[in-house]
């Protein structure tokens, strides 16, 4: 399956569509180095699933 | 849910540089602290933490410094990763709520060399290459769907250019494209995936404009023919339109359309799917066959968290279930249907057996539940354990098969006279044989043997769970407010043709 490009999940994640999702979900993304992106791509994915996602990140 | 990712260098430091400048002893010295530590770690955030982890293992890395030898090398550096990543795995497996994410895999699937990028981890620590991202998301959301219960249930085929190459109608029995060579041999290697899956619970339907009769006798004739007309759970060959025999199908299955994948070679058709049914994930397929499995491997749409057995025997529980159709339009009314069905319940208790059954029922079950509230393995679990609470499950059987454990409820004795339905639910598969009343009669009866007045429910109504909606009407409940109340002086009247075994604590 073709994959999109991680600029085009930064640049989605920046105008998420706001409307009532179906599903609530935190993710936290803990990591011993950079995965810079990471948390943008899957709240885009999340979105697409009408699952409404918070992302944190530690490391 | 909480992912973890973390990298050999971190624990092993210049180590992994320089793997051979200790014994083998050593070696395996290390990779029991690492685990150790790791484990520690689990522990702690355990205890700290509701939320479930997903911890990668470690990607094993082409270059050794010995080379061609590496291999000869008793508990060499190799080993050593590949020894490690056995022992996370198998030390996770006995944690609940803690899963393993195969790092390694993903770099052995897309390359050693585009994952890792050297520029990007000498200048900023990044040891993902950032084109890899998307595809790390993409794997990761296996575990969401899991954990959210938004797994797929249900692949709904096209025969022609989709399980066999050429135009039935057309082309003729002997002349389709199905068999050990290529192109046939495409197909199979598609329909063999397609077993696969349809093994682990995951249904199978057919959506085809054919003549039925020549494209059944591929399926029942056909050498090369890997799926079997009982694979399929509903089978729709005709000349109406996608759209209404994919509506049919769903009906038929009583499974909603958003959890449908849909396969077709013909882009017409799945425009129109896609258009007129946005909610079914209708798939893209390439002109060329070789192509197809490579596709359906790629989805995770089909993740699931826990397997139960009822997963495993959900194909031919759908079976069954055509049968039982069949026998209902042959009987005169639905009473004498329900009375000829033969059904057994049994109340069954929790335990880990059946703790992973009762979590996927709430995360799952939408049309036949009072409260919809979700609860994971480890709230099952924890709520077992409260004496407060009386948590059972219900395995539904008849004269056509064992539908398995298709309904659970949670029950939570508030105080000595009250008691509150936290969660009643059934599966859609058993949906309208009075094993709802038949299992409320068993709370209510349990209520009354331990001196309760009077019982507590509430429906909560979602987009989903309208057949549920008069139940506790029906049941007797009366409306206060916000909930219904059964007071036990009532009656309640047993359902007569259903045998109800209780299993003992």
Same mark, same amino acid.
């Given at each position: 399956m073709m994959e999109e490009s991680l600029s085009y999940f930064l640049k989605k994640s920046k105008h998420s569509d706001v409307k009532n999702f179906k599903k609530n979900l935190k993710i936290a993304l803990l990591s011993s180095f950079t995965i810079n992106g990471l948390a943008e791509t899957l709240q885009v994915k999340c979105n697409k699933k009408n699952i409404s996602c918070k992302t944190y990140l530690g490391g | 849910m909480t992912f973890l990712f973390l990298d050999l260098d971190t624990f092993l430091g210049n180590f992994s540089f320089t793997p051979y400048s200790n014994e083998n002893n050593s070696r395996k010295t290390y990779v029991k602290e690492i685990i150790d530590k790791i484990i520690n770690l689990i522990k702690i955030f355990k205890i700290n933490s509701n939320s479930k982890i997903v911890i990668s293992n470690f990607s094993i890395p082409k270059y050794s410094p010995y080379g061609i030898f590496e291999t000869k090398i008793n508990f060499g550096y190799h080993e050593m990763i590949k020894n490690l990543n056995l022992q996370l795995m198998q030390q996770i497996q006995e944690i609940d709520d803690v899963y393993l994410y195969d790092f390694n895999q993903f770099v052995h699937f897309h390359g050693e060399k585009n994952i890792i990028d050297r520029h990007k981890i000498l200048f900023g620590d990044i040891k993902i290459s950032l084109k890899y991202i998307p595809h790390l998301a993409t794997d990761l959301m296996g575990y969401v769907i899991g954990l959210l219960g938004l797994s797929k249930k249900c692949i709904v085929l096209d025969l022609d250019n989709t399980l066999w190459g050429g135009i039935i109608g057309e082309d003729g029995f002997n002349n389709i494209e199905l068999g050990p060579q290529s192109p046939g041999n495409a197909y199979v290697e598609f329909q063999r995936y397609l077993l696969a899956l349809n093994q682990r619970g995951i249904l199978l339907a057919i959506n085809s404009k054919n003549n039925s009769e020549d494209a059944i006798k591929v399926i029942q004739e056909h050498p090369y023919m890997i799926l079997k007309e009982e694979n399929f759970s509903c089978i729709k060959i005709n000349w109406n339109d996608k759209v209404s025999n994919m509506k049919e199908i769903s009906t038929e299955l009583n499974i909603d359309l958003d959890s449908f994948v849909f396969f077709d070679d013909d882009p017409v058709n799945r425009e129109f799917v896609k258009m007129a049914l946005p909610q079914v994930t209708t798939i893209d397929l390439p002109q060329d066959p070789v192509q197809y499995t490579t596709i359906l491997c790629s989805l995770n749409d089909f993740n699931a968290l826990t397997i139960t057995d009822e997963d495993l025997k959900r194909s031919k529980m759908y079976v069954e279930q055509q049968k039982r159709i069949e026998f209902q339009s042959n009987v005169l009314n639905l009473d004498d249907f329900l009375k000829q069905l033969e059904i057994k319940i049994t109340i069954k208790n929790v335990n880990e057996l059946t703790i992973p059954r009762i979590s996927q029922l709430t995360l799952k079950t =939408?049309?036949? =539940?009072?409260?919809?509230k979700r609860y994971q393995e480890d709230e099952i679990r924890k709520l077992a354990m409260d004496d407060m609470y009386v948590v059972r499950c219900i395995q539904v059987e008849d004269k056509f098969g064992d539908n398995g454990i298709t309904g659970a409820y949670v029950v939570r004795k508030d105080n000595q006279k009250e008691w509150t339905i936290d969660t009643f639910l059934l599966s859609c598969r058993v949906m309208g044989r009075e094993v709802e009343k038949e299992i409320m009669s068993n709370i209510i009866h349990q209520a009354k043997r331990e001196g309760v007045l009077k019982l507590k429910s509430q429906y909560i109504e979602t987009e989903k769970n309208v057949p549920c909606k008069n139940f506790l009407k029906d049941c007797g409940f009366q409306k206060k407010g916000n909930y219904w109340f059964f007071y036990l002086d009532d009656s309640f009247k047993n359902i007569d043709f259903i045998e109800v075994l209780t299993e003992s604590k």
């Open positions: - | =939408n049309q036949f =539940n009072l409260s919809t």
